[in-house]
């Protein structure tokens, strides 16, 4: 019993010194599982604190990425102040764009200090906490920017008279190029931690990028927009060319260089003669339409083309399938940049050359018709001279009548004086001689003057004077006004002295009309049947008028009132209607002005008369 007891106190004892051991272990592993647990739970919170804000980054970031993907960047700017300032427990944020070494404000968040100043922008140097972030190009974080008066001198006394205390400048940086900062704002001094910083500095970058991101994503944007622009445009103009193509106004084909009519629209097709299969059949090229003679012409277009990308329009042929020729206008442009195809348009120019040959047909016949009148002028004229030509014939005939009684004398003396007879006789022959010459001057003159009786319209006749003093009357202003009755009789006698005649009064009744002021010139040519067989023709003028003394003078050889004139005129326009049978007279127009007026017989029996001659 004792021996258990002893061993029982022995076993006491030493139970009690193990555990006397035991427990200083338990507790130092206690103190050591204190420790660690304690490390552990720091660490804890550190991980959780670090997952906190790596989240609120993650949160914040993928926001940001949200807003980026659909909105504009003034949104983007918003929202980057706004998460940047929460996530820094910050009184305020603002971003600053950096445009031309100015900061300007581009967006805010926050209780906000007023500084009307930030709107124009603040020069990008070290005198503020911003310029200096972006001049060093990494954040500038001051504990009480109030008490540095010295390092950053304008900054400092923004923030005495703003309030606020501790700043914190990020700058944005694109690929180390500062393009803006990001500047947070605490009212009381409290400086910003290690990881607030560094997390800001994160978060500076992301904007950075996400602003770089909105700008690329806006520059793509505007260059869709110009292209969808630029092909709506291409769109409208294709449809456009297309209409023009198919409207067949004018001939189009499209070219290549080589040769080739890729295309060509009906107008076109019908101007040479040719089908749409002939040329998708590519048998026929654009030099094979080319006459030898334009061939160096289309070689100098090819050129230009190639130069300048167009050929301006000229004027060529072209072979129509028949072998024919068809004149045509024709220009062109190149369709791309390599100038090997083109637009050709074509214009045919048939009808305006027929115009232009007809043009100068008829100019042709009113300059023959002017020399012929002209020619019977100077015949008429001549008529009025015979007169004085007379004077000039009978003085040779008076002498050779005398030489010849003078001869007959001689002859008739006893004994004949035969050598006084012989000068005579030669005296009557050069007398002779000269009164044959004048003759034969007169003859030359008037050989062409045959009277040419012809049936006449005196409608046509009329009108062909109106377009022989067309240019006349328009340079002098004057408007010309017919009135010519249809169905006048024809007239029998020669055209083109009657258009002398007529020439005649309406180049006085102009010449008259230019010698007033008055503003109203008008000329009015009229035709009418007075009686039966006669038909009476009118020029009436609003000149000066005719003196009612003078009537009976105007149509006197040699009576004018023109500095320049001969007074011929109108006593030869007599002697001609005279001799056609009619009569010519003057009387005075109302209110103002001259009427001159003659009237011919018409055609004797003119039911058997052959048809009328037209003057046209
Ligand atoms: P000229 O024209 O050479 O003078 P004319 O015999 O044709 O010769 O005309 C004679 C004159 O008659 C003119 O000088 C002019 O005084 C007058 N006369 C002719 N026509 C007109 C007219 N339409 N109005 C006024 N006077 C006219």
Partial sequence: MRNWAKSRTRGRKLHSTGAKARAGRASKSRADLERQLKTCKQEIANARERLVEATKQQTATSEMLRIISDSPLQSVLDAVAEHAARLCDSNNAEIYRLDNNVLRLVASYGELPVHIQARGGFPANRDRV???????????????????????????????????????????????????????????????????????????????????????????????????????????????????????????????????????????????????????????????????????????????????????????????????RVPILIGSAAFDEQRGHGVAFVLDLTERKQAEAEARQSEQKYREMQTELAHANRVATMGQLAASIAHEVKQPVAAMVTNAQAGLSWLGAQPPNLEKAWQTFGYIVSDGMRARDVVDRIRDMIKKAQPRKQLLNINDAVREVIELVRGETMKNGISVHTFLTEGTPPLEGDRVQLQQVMLNLVMNAVEAMNATSEDARELLISTRQTERDVVLVEVRDTGPGLAPATLNQLFDAFYTTKPGGLGLGLSICRSIIEAHGGRLSAKANVPRGAIFEFSLPAAPDVAKQPAVVSAT
């Avoid at 009381?188 to 607030?196: H, I, K, M």
């Avoid at 080319?290 to 070689?299: A, F, K, L, Q, V």
Wanted: proline letters at 4%.
């Fill in 130 to 324: 911003i310029g200096r972030a972006v001049c060093d190009r990494r954040s500038v974080h001051v504990h009480d920017l109030a008490a540095e008066d010295s390092e950053y001198p304008l900054g400092s006394s923004d923030a005495k008279r703003q309030g606020h205390r501790t700043t914190l400048g990020t700058p944005l940086l694109r690929e180390r190029t500062p393009i803006g900062v990001i500047l947070f704002r605490r009212w009381e001094v409290r400086p910003f931690s290690d990881n607030q910083i560094a997390l800001l500095e994160t978060f500076a970058d992301q904007a950075a990028i996400a602003i770089e991101n909105v700008r690329l994503l806006e520059a793509e944007k505007q260059r869709a927009l110009a292209l969808a622009h630029a092909n709506r445009d291409l769109a409208q103009r294709e449809a456009k060319v297309r209409r023009l193509v198919d409207a067949n106004i004018i001939g189009i084909f499209i070219f290549d260089l080589e040769g080739r009519i890729v295309e060509a629209n009906d107008a076109f097709l019908q101007m040479v003669g040719y089908d749409q299969e002939d040329f998708i059949a590519g048998s026929v090229r654009w030099a094979d339409l080319t006459p030898p003679e334009w061939r160096d012409r289309d070689e100098r277009a090819v050129t230009e083309l190639k130069e300048t990308g167009t050929v301006q329009p000229y004027e060529r042929e072209y072979f129509r399938k028949d072998g024919s």
